[in-house]
């Protein structure tokens, strides 16, 4: 057999749910009714746009009598909180007409049914872009008692999207899971370290169903930091007893309040060194997500930024660039990736940006290329990242960065602030600015030169 005969054998197999995979894809739909439509069922079109999987597949899948493809059941099943298992399907043949009748069906995507691209995906998002290994190196790591998971990369990146999919990995494994975002911390509780310690001991409890209050439990005479281990070990991780995902996202923020930082990142890498030979530790697995490394002159030997599986989220590549664009079902190719690319560097908010309003026709690819740094749609991204970085201290380097065309070398707390602020992106080299867009827009706009 040739490749290309390989090649039609593999497109007319499909999938058809067993019977335990029909009950337990019954029994989540249930449940979803239950608790979000008064119990009424969902018609399929109603599924659809819950799953973005066509109507007239789930009317199958739910039949039970043909086949799908694989990829549309794993979408379902992910959509409804389900972990596809090899026990819930079996492969079957498809006929070509089954196959046409499936190509019909599909509603070709437009950008309306979509909304516009800001902030964490959801879970069921077609729009998702893996960056394969990342996903599975994350996944895989969280299965390892009293691990660290350090996921590192600029605003925007997807660090949000990704701590979701890997909280709800952990709940396919029937871990206990808490995300506690720092962003939404107000700065009084951050400017005050034993403040915080019990804010954040209250808020894992809350999280994970512990009936628990830190007040009742904080000793002074032993000190914030060992009252926040004492009651975490004893009236969390012993009350809940099984492995807990506890994520944090924007763990940077604390950064910026040195006392509270170098009070309770110690701490983190003291419950990670605790798992080494202690059974109620190895419950806990720490996934931390951050936008630059820590400039606060922490001891080596008690900083969490040298322990774990450190993780970097790329720039989109082209081929990621095409993916997203056929995903807004855009016939894309080099020809309208490349430029791109040249202009915003792979950045995944700043290409997913330009796809959406190309694909709702708000503008051509020519006028969303001339009109970038000026007056285009990139005017409040980069209005923001300019009013995080006009300072007087930075005007200089800022200067030499958009100036120049090499890398240059950065302060450590100008490279914190740079780098934190998404602007810059470091090498072995030194540092530069992270795109095109910025350099031409910073041109402009600090130092008058016309691009």
């Known amino acids: 057999m040739n490749s290309d005969e390989r090649q039609i054998v593999r497109r007319k197999r ?13 029994g989540a739909i249930a449940d979803l009714e239950t608790q979000h439509n008064n119990a009424t069922p969902y018609s399929a079109e109603e599924l659809s746009s819950l799953t973005a999987v066509s109507p007239s597949t789930i009317r199958r899948l739910r039949a039970a009598k043909s086949g799908i493809d694989q990829r549309s059941l794993q979408q379902i099943f992910s959509a409804l909180n389900l972990d596809l298992q090899e026990s819930d399907f079996q492969w079957v043949d498809r006929t070509d007409a089954e196959l046409a009748a499936e190509e019909l069906a599909q509603p070709f995507p437009a950008a309306q049914t979509y909304r516009y691209p800001s902030g964490p ?21 969280i299965t390892q008692p009293g691990c660290v998971v350090r996921i590192k990369a600029p605003p925007q990146f997807g660090k949000s999207s990704l701590l979701l999919r890997i909280v709800h990995q952990a709940q396919q494994r029937d871990y206990a899971t808490a995300l506690i975002d720092l962003q939404q911390l107000d700065a009084a509780i951050l400017n005050d370290a034993d403040r915080f310690l019990q804010w954040f001991s ?6 994970l169903g ?8 904080w000793n002074q005479l032993v000190g914030s930091q060992l009252s926040a281990t004492l009651f975490v070990r004893e009236q969390v991780l012993r009350s809940v007893n099984r492995p807990v995902l506890l994520a944090i996202n924007d763990l940077g923020r604390l950064f910026e309040h040195p006392a509270t930082a170098q009070g309770f990142l110690p701490l983190l890498r003291s419950w990670y060194e605790e798992a080494g030979h202690d059974d109620l530790w190895q419950h806990l697995r720490l996934v931390v997500t951050y936008s630059t490394d820590s400039y606060l002159p922490l001891d080596i030997n008690y900083s969490p930024f040298n322990i774990g599986l450190p993780l970097a989220l790329p720039e989109f590549t082209a081929a990621q660039v095409l993916e997203l664009a056929g995903l807004y079902g855009l016939e894309w190719s080099d020809r309208e990736a490349d430029p791109l690319l040249a202009l915003v560097g792979g950045h995944p908010a700043l290409v997913h940006g330009a796809i959406y309003h190309l694909r709702q026709e708000l503008l051509t690819f020519d006028e969303l290329l001339q009109s970038a740094s000026t007056q285009g749609i990139y005017q409040g991204h980069l209005q923001k ?3 995080a970085v006009n300072q007087p201290q930075l005007v200089e380097p800022l200067r030499s960065l958009v100036m120049g065309e090499g890398a240059i070398a950065l302060a450590p707390m100008l490279a914190y ?6 602007l810059v992106k470091g090498s072995a080299e030194g540092w530069q600015v992270r795109c095109e867009l910025y350099r031409q827009y910073f041109q402009h706009k600090l130092f008058g030169q016309t691009c």
């Open 14 to 26: 499909g999938v058809l749910l067993s019977a335990s995979g029909l009950e337990r894809l019954r």
């Open 121 to 141: 995906l959801p879970l069921a998002s077609p729009l998702y872009i893996a960056r394969s290994p990342i996903e599975e190196l994350a996944f895989q790591e």
């Open 202 to 207: 209250a808020t894992l409890a809350l999280r």
């Open 210 to 217: 512990v009936d628990a209050d830190p007040a009742t439990a």
């Open 385 to 387: 990242l300019l009013a």
């Open 417 to 422: 602030q740079l780098e934190g602020a998404g």
